[in-house]
């Protein structure tokens, strides 16, 4: 049998793109190695899915080239997706503006795409051992429990996901077959993923693991990204025993490179200082009061320890607030792709048609979801790419 496509992976992309055909009466064929169909979807947002952002923007997302992802963004909503949401009867809510989480569980959006794709037939635990280019289509090579199969399609959709959560079954199987094919590949790297300490900061603050705070952090040398503005983020921080995390962390981490240092505002918008500079007497209980009343009372104390204000002057004072509001910081590493959320990098965008998501040298062969070069912040934004990308691609297989 010739199936009109083969998608590859039925993860968050490939089960949308392949319900998208499958309801315009395409034969499509879904397969993938895992033995149940979107894995991290189950695991996302907590369990509940953040499913979209009814904010996104094409600067919610990091890529070689940041214009690439507005054409797909653009054709299909987020807006779009709630409306399919709520046909399904699934009750959600937004947690902070914008960011849209199912009431129950990430299960019923699974629900939902294998609904969607029930006139797909779905080969679960299913290896693809290879793809080969074969006269006007594809031939796949799989494995399902020992046996072999030959898939003949007239197009194949590489939705494969990124290296993120190995355990899952996260593979690089999509970037092995753009190679092949002559595409070329970003630099991966964990993206949405805690910091690590350097042992000397591991020494001073992993015991404070577990106090959580409102800080901003900022990239001191924003790296290979393209922005003309500074990198920086507000959100909650939370100390662990390793390293940092909490959305603020996740969110630069994205735009981290290796061996460059942070800067964190412990208390962005508060004088720290003020009630103590107001007063001619100035002590460590009066410092630790002012601190504390900016601060988590466990971290105040443990900064005054590590930089005390000497002599309780002025200068001192409006230097103790200054290093309040730039702590530096060079994390020693990243939690790796282990505890990523998703990956940075991935097939290059020069090598995609941005209004189809097909290679440009290679016919009938698509790219979609977080394989591809484009890597969306926390808060939904990464969902929103694999549904807008899955909608492109369909929207050109006929
Ligand atoms: C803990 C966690 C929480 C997250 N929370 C959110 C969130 O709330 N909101 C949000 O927008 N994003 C979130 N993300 C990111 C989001 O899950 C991904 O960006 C999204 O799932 C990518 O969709 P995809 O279809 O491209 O890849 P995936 O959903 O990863 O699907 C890829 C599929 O390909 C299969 N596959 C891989 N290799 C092979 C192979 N060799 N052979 C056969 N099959 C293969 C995999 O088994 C998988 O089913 C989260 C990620 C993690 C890890």
């Known amino acids: 049998m010739l199936y009109d496509a083969t998608v590859l992976g039925a993860g968050a992309a490939g089960l949308f793109c392949a319900g998208l055909l499958a309801q315009r009466g395409l034969r499509v064929l879904v397969v993938d190695h895992a033995p149940e169909a979107g894995r991290k979807i189950l695991i996302s947002g907590g369990g ?32 779009q ?37 029930a006139g797909a037939e779905l080969r679960l635990r299913t290896e693809i051992t290879s793809v080969e280019r074969d006269g006007e289509g594809f031939t796949a090579r799989t494995r399902t429990e020992g046996r072999e199969a030959v898939v003949r399609s007239r197009n194949v959709v590489v939705a494969t996901g990124g290296l993120s959560i190995p355990k899952l079954g996260a593979t690089g199987l999509g970037y092995q077959v753009a ?6 590949i970003e630099p991966t790297r964990a993206a949405l993923v805690p910091f690590t300490f350097q042992p000397d900061d591991a020494a001073r603050f992993q015991d404070l693991s577990g106090v959580a705070l409102e800080a901003e952090l900022s990239l001191s040398s924003p790296g290979n990204n393209r922005r003309s503005q500074p990198v920086r983020f507000r959100d909650k921080l939370l100390i662990t025993h390793r390293g940092l995390s909490g959305p603020a962390v996740l969110q630069l981490s994205s735009y981290w490179q290796p061996g460059s240092a942070i800067a964190l505002d412990l208390a962005p918008g508060r004088e720290v200082t003020a009630p103590l500079l ?3 007497h100035r002590d460590l209980a009066g410092a630790r009061e002012a601190w504390s009343a900016a601060l988590p009372r466990r971290l105040a104390e443990r900064l005054l320890e590590l930089a005390p204000p000497g002599g309780w002057s002025n200068e001192t004072l409006r230097a103790a607030e200054h290093s309040l509001h730039h702590w530096p910081l060079t994390p020693a590493g990243t939690e790796g792709y282990a505890k990523a959320e998703v990956t940075a990098g991935g097939v290059s965008t020069q090598d995609l048609h941005a209004h189809t998501l097909e290679a440009r040298r290679v016919a009938g062969l698509y790219f979609i979801g ?10 939904g934004f990464n969902f929103q790419w694999a549904w807008a990308s899955a909608a492109a691609a369909a929207g050109a297989i006929h």
């Not at 919610?60 to 054409?71: D, G, I, Q, T």
């Not at 977080?370 to 808060?379: K, M, N, Q, R």
């Open 278 to 280: 107001a007063r001619a």
């Open 370 to 379: 977080e394989v591809v070069d484009v890597t969306g912040h926390l808060g």
């Open 48 to 79: 509940r899915a953040n499913f979209t952002n009814l904010h996104t923007q094409p600067e919610h997302f990091l890529s070689a080239n940041p214009n690439f992802a507005k054409s797909a963004l653009a054709r299909y909503t987020p807006q």
């Open 81 to 117: 997706f709630v409306a399919l949401v709520e046909r399904y009867g699934i009750a959600y809510h937004a947690k902070a503006p914008g960011q849209l989480f199912c009431d129950g569980s990430a299960r019923q959006l699974v629900a939902l795409l294998l609904a969607e794709c």
């Open 179 to 184: 190679r092949q094919f002559g595409l070329g």
